[in-house]
């Protein structure tokens, strides 16, 4: 299923939006390769519902524990995807 991508780049002050298809690993493998670097990245899926996967330049560690869930996730299979950590929001 295609999902959304809003990421905001390293240094810039605008916002990217891409879409792609995520139906396996190796899709998700390759969205997470092309915003391991952004300060911010969210997924949207197409009924609305959005994660984060990328926070102040740091891939969640939800994300890559739980690579399954978060495809079936994106494919409306799994209705919810962990927020993350005690310290989801914290930044170093």
Known sequence: MKVKI???LGAK???VTNVTKVSSISDLNAVIR???TDRMATLVREDGKQTDIVHCG???D???NQKQL???W???VADEFPDGGLYR???V
């Open 62 to 64: 939800e994300v890559y």
């Open 6 to 8: 809003i990421s905001l």
């Open 70 to 72: 978060l495809v079936d």
């Open 58 to 60: 740091t891939v969640r």
């Open 89 to 91: 929001g914290a930044s």
């Open 74 to 76: 994106c494919n409306l």
């Open 34 to 36: 092309s915003v391991v």
């Open 13 to 15: 002050q605008k916002f």
